[in-house]
């Protein structure tokens, strides 16, 4: 242990001495914190570590897959609110199922794209150091029932799926 005390001091004081010379002036950046990556959270307190390997381009699978799920994340939440923009739109309309064929094709490429967050989630989940970093699986079937029933709230009838 007084090894490794005399090692963090000996960075910290290089650290410091290059800080007084202006090694670190006029870096990009400077005085700003480190951008928040959308997988920081799954990384815990190697994100520095992890935030290295990316910049070099060798980040673990399961990074990769946290990445891709944050942006299908994103992705259903645009057609969610899409979806319920149609809807309103079509109730407002006079003639709702003159929208039916777009509100249809929304909550189909909703369901493609959370049936792969699934599969992304299930890969993730398996590869993910520990239970801590686990994400929950999304329940498409829920989803998909919830906005099949905001279809058939704007449109006053029922409706196959």
Partial sequence: MGDEGGFEHLVETR???AMAAGAFRG???EGKPLP???Y???AGDRWLAFHLLEINGLLPEWLELAKDIERDEAELRRL???HARLCRV???SGEPSRYLP???HCRERYELVARSMRARQERFNLQAPGPATQRPPIWVEYHLARLLERERACLGESIDG
């Fill in 15 to 17: 650290i410091r001495e």
């Fill in 90 to 92: 079509a109730a407002d």
């Fill in 27 to 29: 870096l990009r950046g």
């Fill in 40 to 42: 920081e959270w799954a």
């Fill in 80 to 82: 969610d609110t899409e």
């Fill in 36 to 38: 928040q990556r959308p």
């Fill in 102 to 104: 777009a509100m249809r």
